[in-house]
């Protein structure tokens, strides 16, 4: 049973006030399940924060323009903001650590969720030629596509790669990611129209002169990070054709240890290998090569990769070493899909957040104080009220179902603890939403703008990227 609370001056009964940060999936699967498994008699008032004058995170800005059915997850957070019982505010365009301190936070609601994402940043190779022109990271051309407002900053836009005057592209890494880019590129021009994709990038990829697109990874087969729903669609591309892996590759599994995802795999690129599909584009899919110098003037021109071979030692299973032979390949663009990366918020130091290793040191969703080295200590000590979910709760991993389950977890920790009185008391009664914000129903006239606009040109949404236009559209 919850207990009540009463704020220590006034005495009257309260509702719990919890801020989520971030309105990406982690974000609204905790507040689906806290406002789902909340008692009757506990009113939570829950607000989002949310850096953006658009919600949904990686829903709206990373999930491939060709997958709208992964998009219908966003369906929880309308429901919940289109629930005249609950008691949910989004505060858009308001960047926790910019425009609100966690202090002002910590002092004005009793539970704290930060569920802001893993994406402020890439992993990177930095080898030599890293610096080349034609470079670029698979986040940024990710953004790019899908019209993520902080690549059209006048002033600061992303300029795209010439996609019109390149023949070979080469993909460093082999996760979803990975192949969502090589989609991008691959596919036609009736692909992408009616998508929701950016106009900009809608009009450059109509011009693109891209032939051939290599996806490289330093390990082998068995250690491909895409999976199988994914590969098998990147094969049925209209009009593209998959050349045969290189010899000794499949020859080199021993079906009869794998495991029935694994064995899919291989009978899918098993099917594919021996297609005679054939395409204006094609693409490779190529193992144990790690990149170690990109060549070229002011522009790559090559890459050169050392081979790598597997290790054979069952304790370190999937590990590759070098070997002493190399090869160069040429291409006119390097796209390195080789992992996102997080970044802490300003003012972590002051409150006592730890942030490691691209995540926030918790213990299943619950924050550790600074001093809690270990968080399998039994002694840990906990950041009472403050919690985490999403990508910065594990890192940038995990696809939308994964960070669901996830969210929930730390949903339930929340409630655990309001029931057994570990909340932060709060006294104050100060609204601390910044003017300019963008409230829920401003959303709703930007989406039925864009809704409309879409429709006029054909597409399922006409994106708008410019975050002014977008404010300016709400009368912000
Ligand atoms: P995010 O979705 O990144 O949400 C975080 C939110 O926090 C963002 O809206 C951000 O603007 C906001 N924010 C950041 N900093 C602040 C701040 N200081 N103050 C306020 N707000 C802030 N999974 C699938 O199942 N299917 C797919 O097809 C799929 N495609 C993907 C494609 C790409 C390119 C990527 C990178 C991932 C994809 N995933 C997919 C994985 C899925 O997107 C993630 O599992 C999920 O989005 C993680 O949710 P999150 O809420 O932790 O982070
Ligand atoms: P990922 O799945 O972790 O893949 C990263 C890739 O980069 C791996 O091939 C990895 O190889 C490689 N890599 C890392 N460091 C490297 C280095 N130094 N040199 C060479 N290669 C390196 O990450 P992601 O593709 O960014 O995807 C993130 C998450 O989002 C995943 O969980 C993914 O499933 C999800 N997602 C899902 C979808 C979908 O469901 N359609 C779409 C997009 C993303 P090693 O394995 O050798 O480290």
């Known amino acids: ?22 309105s990406g999936p982690g974000g609204f699967y905790t507040a689906h399940h806290l406002t789902n498994k909340s008692p009757k008699d506990l009113q939570l008032n829950i607000d989002f924060f949310e850096k953006l004058p658009t919600p949904f995170g990686l829903s709206r800005y990373g999930v491939a323009p060709d997958h709208p059915e992964v998009k219908n997850c966003e369906e929880y957070l309308i429901d919940l903001m289109e629930d005249k019982k609950a008691h949910i505010r989004f505060i858009g365009n ?15 609601y009793n539970s704290i969720i930060l569920a802001y994402g893993c994406t402020s940043n890439d992993n990177k190779l930095n080898i030599p030629g890293s610096n080349l022109k034609n470079i670029i990271s ?15 900053e006048k002033g600061k836009k992303f300029i795209p790669p010439p996609l019109d005057k390149i023949k070979t592209v080469t993909i460093i890494g082999n996760g979803n990611v990975a192949l969502d880019v090589a989609r991008v590129l691959l596919g036609s021009e009736e692909h992408w129209k009616g998508t929701d994709i950016s106009v900009e990038a809608e009009e450059l990829l109509e011009k693109s002169t891209v032939e051939h697109v290599r996806i490289v990874a330093r390990r082998g087969i068995m250690e491909s990070a895409f999976t199988n729903k994914e590969i098998r669609e990147l094969f049925e591309l209209d009009n593209v054709k998959f050349i045969p892996l290189e010899k000794g590759i499949l020859e080199s599994v021993d079906k009869s240890k794998l495991g029935r995802v694994d064995k899919r795999r291989i009978s899918i690129i098993e099917r594919y290998n021996n297609s005679t599909k054939e395409g204006k584009k094609s693409w490779t899919l190529e193992y144990l090569k790690s990149p170690v110098e990109f060549i070229g003037d002011e522009m790559v021109s090559a890459t ?14 999937g590990k590759v070493v070098s070997t002493d032979q190399y090869i160069t390949e040429e ?20 409150i006592g957040i730890w942030f490691d290793n691209n995540k926030l040191h918790n213990k299943d969703g619950r924050l550790l104080s600074l001093n809690s080295k270990d968080k399998d200590d039994h002694n ?30 730390t949903a339930d920790k929340v409630l655990e603890d309001i029931a057994n009185d570990r909340f932060i008391k709060v006294d104050q009664e100060k609204d601390i939403i910044p003017k300019n914000s963008i409230t829920w129903d401003n959303w709703k006239t930007l989406d039925n703008y864009e809704l409309n606009k879409g429709k006029e040109l054909g597409k399922t949404r006409y994106k708008v990227c410019d975050k002014q236009e977008m404010l300016k559209l709400v009368n912000k």
């Not at 790019?144 to 059209?152: D, L, M, V």
């Not at 050392?306 to 069952?314: E, F, G, S």
């Not at 919690?387 to 594990?394: C, E, F, L, M």
């Open 380 to 409: 840990a000590i906990f950041k009472k009220g403050w919690y985490t979910s999403g990508w910065i709760k594990n890192g940038p991993k995990g696809v939308i179902a994964t960070t669901m389950m996830d969210s929930f977890d």
């Open 138 to 152: 698979a986040r940024k051309f990710v953004n790019w596509y899908n019209g993520h407002p902080e690549y059209y």
């Open 94 to 108: 308001c960047e926790i650590g910019k425009d609100l301190t966690l202090k002002q936070l910590e002092q004005n």
């Open 304 to 317: 050169t990769f050392v081979v790598n071979k597997p290790l054979n030692d069952p304790l370190k299973p």
């Open 331 to 350: 291409n006119e663009l390097v796209i390195e899909s080789i992992g996102y990366q997080g970044t802490p918020i300003n003012g972590f130091e002051e």
């Open 1 to 22: 049973m919850i207990k009540r609370w009463f704020s220590s001056t006034s005495r009257i009964l309260k509702p719990f006030k919890i801020a989520i940060v971030g």
